[in-house]
C-alpha cells in the first residue's frame, strides 16, 4: 500500500519562506505531486516531481528525493491569500494503472 | 473548457437513507475519482473509473459504490447512511493521470 506523512499544521510569516516536508512509502513510484486548498474551496493542482530535484514556479518550488522517500514544498515571499492546507500526493503503479493517493494535508497558517 | 461540475451542491439526507451524487468531468477525460473529505481531515481516496470500469476503491464498506456512464460521467451511491457519512465528497477528472482537476464538490449531512 501507500502511505504519506506530512506535519498537520505549519506558521509563517508574511514575506517569509517555509517548507512543507512530505516522506513516503509505496511500492513503486512514479512522482509526488502538491496540491493548494483553500478553505471551502477544492483542492487545486500545484505541481508534480517525478525525478530528482528542484521544480520552481513562480513563488513555489517543489523538491524530491527518489533514495530517501522524500519531498518538500517551498514557498517564497509568503502573502496572506497563501494561508490553505497543502498536500502532497503519490502516484505509484496499481493493477497496470497509476493511482494518486493523497497525504492528511498541511495546514499553513500564514500571519502579519 | 468547463471544469468539473458536481450535483447537487448540498444534500442533506436521514439515517438509513440512500444519497446519490454525481459528477460530470472535463470534456475528454476519461478517470473520474472520488473522494471524501470529512470536516477538517484530508482525502480519503473512495473509487476510481477509468473508461467505464471501477479500476480501484478505497477502505470503504460497500455500501459505497458507484459506476461511470459512456460519457464518462459518475455517480456515486451511499446505502445505509450512517450519520459519519456526513463529509463534503469530491470528485476529481484527469487525463494523464498526474494533474488531477477538482470540483467544487457536494457536502452531505446525515441527520
Known amino acids: 500500500g501507500q502511505s504519506l506523512e506530512q506535519p498537520s499544521e505549519v506558521t509563517a510569516v508574511e514575506g517569509a519562506i517555509v517548507q512543507i516536508n512530505c516522506t513516503y512509502q509505496t511500492s513503486g513510484f512514479y512522482g509526488l505531486s502538491w496540491y493548494q486548498q483553500h478553505d471551502g474551496g477544492a483542492p487545486t493542482f500545484l505541481s508534480y516531481n517525478a525525478l530528482d530535484g528542484l521544480e520552481e514556479t513562480g513563488r513555489f518550488s517543489s523538491f524530491l528525493s527518489r533514495s530517501d522517500s522524500y519531498g518538500y514544498l517551498l514557498l517564497q515571499e509568503l502573502q496572506m491569500k497563501d494561508s490553505a492546507s497543502y498536500f502532497c500526493?503519490?502516484?505509484?503503479?496499481?493493477?497496470?494503472?497509476?493511482?494518486?493517493?493523497f497525504g492528511t494535508g498541511t495546514k499553513l497558517q500564514v500571519i502579519p | 473548457e468547463a471544469g468539473v461540475t458536481q450535483s447537487p451542491t448540498h444534500l442533506i439526507k436521514t439515517r438509513g437513507q440512500q444519497a446519490t451524487l454525481r459528477c460530470s468531468p472535463i470534456?475528454?477525460?476519461?478517470?473520474v475519482y472520488w473522494y471524501q473529505q470529512a470536516l477538517g481531515l484530508g482525502l480519503q481516496f473512495l473509487l476510481w473509473y477509468d473508461e467505464g470500469e471501477e479500476r480501484n476503491r478505497g477502505n470503504f464498506p460497500p455500501r459505497f459504490s458507484g459506476r461511470q456512464f459512456p460519457n464518462y460521467s459518475s455517480e456515486l451511491n451511499v446505502n445505509a447512511l450512517e450519520l459519519e457519512d456526513s463529509a463534503l465528497y469530491l470528485c476529481a477528472s484527469s487525463l494523464s493521470r498526474v494533474e488531477q482537476y477538482f470540483g467544487p464538490g457536494t457536502r452531505l449531512t446525515v441527520t
Open positions: 470534456s475528454g477525460h476519461t478517470s
Open positions: 500526493a503519490v502516484s505509484s503503479p496499481v493493477g497496470g494503472y497509476q493511482k494518486v493517493t
